[in-house]
């Protein structure tokens, strides 16, 4: 179950399940679509909606950490979409090559 907060081009979630905070920022025009997701604190996630101006709220949210963004415009894609790497991310890559590395030098051994 998630309760959802909204503002202009932001929303935000808590979702009682997983016990995460999350927040989007997106901006569609005629020039493309932009979206920037965040993860962010109960703190950020309790005031989010007190602030007068809604740039406030964005700002707020900038201040945790990103996790995913996607950027296309009328000048072109900035890029693909992307997903942030961090330390978690890192960690696992590094177990799965090392998994992979042990896999090959057992093939070898066996022929």
């Known amino acids: 179950m998630k309760t ?5 081009n932001w929303r935000s979630y808590y ?3 997983t016990i995460r905070y999350v927040a989007e920022i997106m901006y569609t025009s005629r020039e493309g679509r932009e979206q920037y997701d965040y993860e962010i604190t109960a703190d950020i996630y309790g005031r989010l ?3 007068a101006d809604d740039a406030e709220n964005e700002r707020l949210i900038r201040t945790a950490k990103i996790t995913y963004s996607f950027e296309n415009t009328m000048y072109g894609t900035l890029g693909p979409e992307r997903t942030v790497w ?3 991310a890192n960690e696992a890559m590094d177990r799965a090559m090392k998994k992979a590395e042990r896999r090959k030098m057992n093939k070898k051994k066996k022929k």
């Open 4 to 8: 959802e907060k909204r503002g202009i």
């Open 15 to 17: 979702d009682k399940e």
């Open 49 to 51: 909606g007190t602030f």
């Open 86 to 88: 961090d330390e978690e």
